[in-house]
């Protein structure tokens, strides 16, 4: 989507369609709506009268103007009560009208909702908002000739205001924006096109294309390491594993790095503990930790953010086979530990393991990573917000904040000693699963023994990666979750 910015007189702008933003509290008696009604002859007025309108979060309400204006349609979008109107809010009204926009067929819109009220952030939120809520998947798909998504919005500044500070704050999100929908596309691939190979290949172009380090390791190479974690569940698959190193170093010379590790499990069967048939066709998305990682690279680097950071994704099919690893099997990881395989569904952990323990020879300054680990989450905590477990309370108070600024909020689970008794083995160091009980803090305890000394966090994103109906911003699919999240940790922290 193209986003441009210019300082006009909306009420004498041309164009398709004009978004405006509308206060319940003032509806429709605000600075910006007042002059539209008056022209329209208190047609906005009438659908606050007849209750057909009022400006309520998210309410969409098309209007033609029958040459009363040169806009040949006003979107009127609700922002909600006025005191409690904020960045993520308006994040929202933008997406709600960028989705209303492509079901009436409008491809080009202006818009004025940023103004709808004084702050910080709202061009920004706008931006992502109409760009976020107007994504589509639809590379498999043969498209009539008259269905097309918005191509372009024009954001309207007062006439003759100085536009160079919006259109670096537009371009910047937008380069935000570009780097979530790329990790939403790598997610919403199928399992036959995004396999680990293919990661490693958009990890590579990445690089030629931003200026990033990469370097991917085979096999063969990850054989010499001892990263039987990763190893173990690549066996039952015809794919073969890959280990993807991506290194954006733009802060001071030696200051230790952020590293970010991303499973990347391409397709899970559930292995030789194989899935229920329903559903199954989604576990493409579990990959979703390792797009957020290459996605976040690609942001920072677009950015020039002046930060180190260090992406690590261990990749792998899960699939059953005659090589398969099997339940009662023992794999002994990289760092040395030994695991009992109890159930080989539990196959992320046995791939981060590896790849937290590889992190630790970065000396990171903080280490986070992001995974579709357990439908446990999902359990607790649904859809709205990421589950968060780690050992360092400033890293997570830093990443809660985040969360509230970009509406990618976290939530924060305990990570007692006593839960590790769950994953106690009789004959290894311990089991990959701790069983029915506690499944979310039991794999973020297994994922702690290889933390080292590190500030870390662990973000399990099973509910929040993918949408299944569909919400402002985040149309039904894969969200791109963690990405803005994490550029926005990186700006507040400084890598």
Not at 193 to 214: F, M
Not at 219 to 241: F, N, T, Y
Not at 426 to 454: C, E, I, R
Request: with cysteine; charged share 20%.
């Amino acid at each position: 989507m193209n986003i441009s910015i210019a300082a006009e007189e909306y009420a004498a702008h041309p164009c398709p369609a004009l978004v405006v933003g509308c206060v319940e509290d003032d509806f429709p008696a605000d600075e910006l709506l007042a002059p539209l009604d008056r022209l329209l002859g208190g047609g906005i007025a009438a659908l606050r009268a007849s209750g057909e309108f009022s400006g309520r979060l998210n309410r969409v309400k098309l209007l033609h103007t029958f040459g009363r204006l040169p806009a040949e349609r006003l979107i009127l979008v609700g922002v909600g009560k006025r005191g409690e109107l904020t960045a993520e809010r308006l994040r929202q009204a933008a997406g709600s009208a960028v989705r209303a926009a492509a079901v009436a067929g409008i491809t080009r819109l202006s818009s004025v909702l940023h103004r709808a009220a004084a702050i910080d952030g709202s061009l920004a939120a706008c931006v992502e908002g109409f760009i976020l809520g107007g994504y589509s998947f639809s590379h498999y798909k043969t498209l009539p000739a008259d269905e097309r998504p918005v191509e372009g919005v024009t954001l309207l500044l007062p006439a003759g205001a100085a536009m160079g500070e919006s259109e670096r704050e537009a371009g910047e999100a937008a380069t935000l924006c570009e780097a979530v929908c790329f990790a939403r596309d790598l997610v919403s691939h199928p399992g036959n096109v995004a396999t680990p190979s293919y990661l490693a290949e958009k990890a590579l172009e990445l690089s030629g294309r931003h200026g990033i380090s990469c370097c991917v390791l085979d096999r063969d190479e990850m054989e010499r390491l001892s990263m039987e974690g990763i190893l173990s569940v690549a066996k039952g698959s015809h794919q073969p594993p890959r280990f993807i190193i991506l290194e954006y170093l733009a802060g001071p010379p030696g200051k230790r790095p952020t590293v970010l590790v991303g499973k990347g499990v391409t397709f899970d069967s559930g292995g030789i503990s194989l899935k229920p048939r329903e559903g199954m066709e989604r576990m493409k998305d579990d990959m979703a930790g390792a797009a957020a990682v290459m996605g976040t690279l690609m942001a920072a680097a677009g950015l020039r953010l002046p930060v180190n950071l260090v992406g690590l994704i261990p990749t792998a099919e899960n699939l059953p086979g005659g090589g398969a690893y099997k339940p009662g099997d023992i794999v002994r990881t990289m760092a040395g530990k030994t695991v009992e395989i109890v159930n080989t569904d539990a196959e992320g952990r046995m791939l981060l393991c590896d790849a937290l323990h590889y992190a630790q020879r970065y000396k990171p300054a903080a280490l986070i990573d992001l995974a579709t680990l357990t439908g446990a989450c999902l359990v607790a905590l649904g859809t709205i917000a990421t589950g968060a477990m780690g050992n360092d309370p400033a890293l997570l108070r830093g990443l809660k904040t985040a969360g509230e600024t970009t509406g990618e909020r976290i939530w924060e689970l305990p990570l007692w000693d006593e839960y590790g008794e769950l994953m106690k083995s009789d004959v290894a160091d311990m089991k990959n699963a701790g069983g029915p009980h506690a499944g979310t803090v039991s794999a973020a305890w297994f994922l702690k023994q290889f933390a080292g000394k590190a500030k870390w966090v662990h973000l399990d994103i099973a509910g929040t990666a993918w949408e299944e109906k569909g919400r402002p911003y985040l149309p039904k699919g894969a969200t791109g979750v963690g990405i803005r999240l994490l550029v926005e940790f990186l700006r507040r922290s400084g890598g």
